[in-house]
């Protein structure tokens, strides 16, 4: 016992060095494990906000000059799993279920396309002169940068003479055939940040386009990470330092060297 206290009485001041170098370790351990805490529960909070405002945002509509479209964006949700979805929209999560493989991403829309005001070519075909059968062929066409639609049929119909009032009478056929009916809708779909939000969007260049219904989900679990990388422990190289020589008489001075060094703490 009192060599230990004689070992205490000679080297304190190492032993004082010692002790406050492992205390401050200690203690920005745990200021490191508070700050991120606090950084999670923040992180929580903005995650939460941001679903949130996807629930009740409403699309917004403009027109982007550079690539002239029209923009329909809208908050999109971001949760850390699928299952977080749920309580946001059920519908969606429960189609997103039923997919095969992880679902990372998903966009959902409803796309309306109105072509009204187009006219429509027609042309009389004779199908049967002497039993007066006729066709009436009709064609429409549409395009433009984003949509392009085709449509091409015939109506067929008798002309029956009434002998009794000298005039003709037009008995058309139950239905009208379809020969095409061709649609193609143009459009890109993505995710965005603005303004610390994180939006889905849809482009078109088409005005016959609107979009009626748009939804985003983003799985951050699901997202790639990088490879781990390792933590070396040793190392060699220049070392400058503060701490005890042990010669004759112990003193604490500078040193300057190189030396070969394990790390036990990483921050």
């Known amino acids: 016992m009192v060599k230990v206290f004689t070992f205490i009485k000679k080297y304190y001041p190492f032993i004082f060095f010692v002790l406050i170098i492992v205390l401050s370790i200690l203690l920005f351990q745990s200021w490191s494990t508070l700050k991120k805490e606090r950084a999670d529960k923040k992180y929580q909070e903005e995650q939460d906000t941001q679903n949130l405002n996807a629930l009740r945002d409403s699309i917004t509509v403009t027109f982007n000059k550079k690539l002239k479209a029209w923009e329909y964006s809208k908050d999109n949700y971001v949760v850390q799993k699928l299952a977080d979805l749920e309580q946001y929209n059920k519908t969606l999560t429960e189609e997103l279920k039923k997919v095969k493989g992880d679902v990372i991403a998903a966009i959902k829309s409803e796309v309306q396309?109105?072509?009204?005001?187009?006219?429509?070519?027609?042309k009389l075909s004779v199908l049967d002169a002497p039993t007066n059968y006729y066709g009436l062929n009709f064609r429409?066409?549409?395009l433009d940068d984003g949509f392009e639609q085709k449509i091409t049929g015939m109506s067929k119909?008798?002309?029956i003479p009434d002998e009794k009032t000298k005039k003709w009478n037009i008995v058309p056929d139950p239905t009208t055939v379809l020969d095409t009916n061709f649609v193609a809708i143009k459009m890109t779909y993505g995710f965005k940040e603005t303004k610390n939000q994180y939006q889905v969007f849809a482009l078109t260049k088409s005005e016959k386009i609107k979009v009626l219904g748009l939804e985003g989900g983003y799985i951050i679990d699901k997202q790639p990470l990088p490879p781990p990388s390792k933590p070396k422990k040793w190392g060699i190289g220049p070392y400058v330092g503060y701490g005890l020589e042990l010669k004759q008489t112990p003193s604490f001075n500078w040193n300057v060297g190189v030396a070969v060094h394990y790390s036990i703490f990483r921050w």
Do not use: D, K, Q, R
């Open 157 to 159: 119909f008798h002309v």
């Open 113 to 122: 396309g109105n072509l009204g005001g187009i006219t429509a070519a027609t």
């Open 140 to 142: 429409s066409e549409y």
